[in-house]
């Protein structure tokens, strides 16, 4: 089996078609046919000189002839052999077959427009269902609560390991610094007033009220959100869930329900490790840079800092938990099918869950602000 | 078609010889032996777990065998370059059990992707080919726009054949292409493998439980068990061999039921 090149003879009479007519020359034929002008091909003949030949040289043959030409290559060129006439006759059909794309124009304003009015829905849509969603988790807590042959703790206990325990090293690493970040922002601003030893209350304040549960969050909302809505979203597009409810089991009582509870109790330990280790880090820099010993540090926080600062940092652990759990687990049953689906509501789910306990914890500072704690 | 390595037409197209495959202690593959010639259609049968798949997988070289010799169009795939290696694979097209369907993209942009990237057709011309291969295949036109999420079972294998066969590959390798369709499209897709056959002289691999298939589309019938290949022959030799699984597989109801129909089309 030599290789010819594919090639189109239009100097003469009507095109004659040579050589292997195979997707290797397929550039080559395109451009000569696009040199002929609409000169059909018709005679027996002229196609007796195609050497190889393959569906995509027949679909460029089929521009010559007439898809419906060689759909009846039977009629008028019987003496090329049966096998020929077959592919020929199989993308003849076919090309009669497939119809053309649907050429879309539309206004260049109103793809744009649309897109923003799609989306603006798509919000509304979302709250809607995830307000739904939260409702329903409730409900299914509210009645397997009553119920302790229901709790599935074996399944709880291996998410808090998944989502607290291994969490454990990067919150507390994480903590740490920014604790020592705020130790030094605080000491290079108070030094100015002579009030540097206030520093101590900088991070104290902020590690139990704040920074401590919000860095717990966030990490929690990239680290665990993600996996949440990765493993629901396989098992939505492998059919998993619905098999689920065929069998009679309610995928919010079995799955989703441990990944909150669970949650709801990894936050808090989360949290508390935490501020632990963001005053340590604010401890560590104290020391180091302002010659607070640790004795002084200790003394500080016991003197001058109250119980209800931690009391309204450890307060909000278990609902942002809640809402990071929730947003998971619902992007994870939004997935539909196609891998870039699983993609979509993963990013959606740790930029929703991010944004949900940002917002909330500006909403839960203006209310203690408003109530003096 | 440029290759070197035709010239010795008497060689099978593909020489399996000593193929061992093990996972840990499990041994699925041992001593196994099977050609694949020029031009033919084989159809290989085998109880669920006799590793018809990962014989595919093995061929094909997604999966590194623990032991033996693979000759593809007389070469050694594991022994190959990667841009060598490349080059051979493009001259295969696999139909995956499931489909294996790029779900991110339309049916047209599947097809289409090898096109583009190892054709190097423009987009409009390799989608405008890829809508012809998913008709030849037996898919409406409105198809080509969907994803393969919104297809049947039916239809995704349809789409993966029209995938196998983009790049128009010599050898064809068939993952149960039948399971899953109906009656009426199996036996489409059993013409429609022969036309392909004789028309662009492939040569194809088809792993299949379907019956039917083996009595009107194959050659030659490759019987895996007891982890090699037991026999290999014309479906009436290899129905004729005197082993207990064999024959309950071939004059069992299905079986017989299969033959006649051969026999009176």
Known sequence: MSSIPGELLIDQGPPRPRGDWTLEHHAALRRRIGETRGAAVGTPESLAEIAALDTAGAALLAELTGAERLAGIDDWAPQLPAERRALLRAVG????????????????????????????????????????????????????????????????????????????????????????????????????FGATLYTVHLVAYAFLREFGVILAAILLAGRTASAFTAQLGAMKANEELDALRTLGLDPVALLVLPRVVALTISLPILTFVGMLSGILGGAMVCLVALDISAAQFLAILERDIAIQHFLVGMGKAPLFAFVVAVIGCLEGFKVSGSAQSVGEHTTSSVVQSIFMVILLDALTALFCMEMGW | MVNE????????????RDLENR?????????????????????VVGGSGSGKSVLLRSIVGLLRPSAGRIEVFGEDLQQLSASARSRVERRFGVLFQRGALFTSLTLAENVALPLIEHAGLPRS???????????????????????????SGGMIKRAALARALALDPEVLFLDEPTAGLDPIGAAAFDRLLMTLRDALSLSVFLITHDLDT???????????????VLVAGPLESVAATDEAWIHDYFHGPRGRAAENAARTA
């Open chain 2, 214 to 228: 083996l009595y009107t589309a194959c050659d030659r019938v490759a019987v895996l068990a007891q982890r090699r």
């Open chain 2, 125 to 151: 011309e390799a989608e405008a080919l890829a809508r012809l291969k998913l008709a030849l295949a037996g898919l409406p036109g409105k198809a080509a726009t969907q994803y393969p999420a919104e297809l």
């Open chain 2, 5 to 16: 390595q035709v010239d010795d037409g008497f060689r099978p197209l593909i020489r399996v």
């Open chain 1, 93 to 192: 059909e076919a090309l009669l077959r497939c119809e053309p794309p649907a050429a879309q124009r539309s206004h260049p304003l109103r793809g744009p427009l649309a897109d923003i009015g799609r989306r603006m829905e798509d919000i509304g849509h979302q709250q809607k269902q995830l307000l739904g969603f939260i409702g329903r988790v409730l409900a299914t807590l509210a009645t397997s609560a009553w119920r302790p042959r229901r709790w599935r703790l074996t399944s709880v206990v291996a998410q808090i390991h998944q989502t607290g325990l291994d969490a454990l090293p990067i919150v507390a690493l994480l903590t740490f610094l920014v604790g020592a970040v705020v130790a030094f922002l605080g000491a290079t601003v108070l030094r100015d």
């Open chain 2, 23 to 43: 996972f840990g202690s499990h041994v699925v593959h041992q001593e196994l032996d099977l050609d694949l010639e020029r031009g033919e259609i084989l159809g």
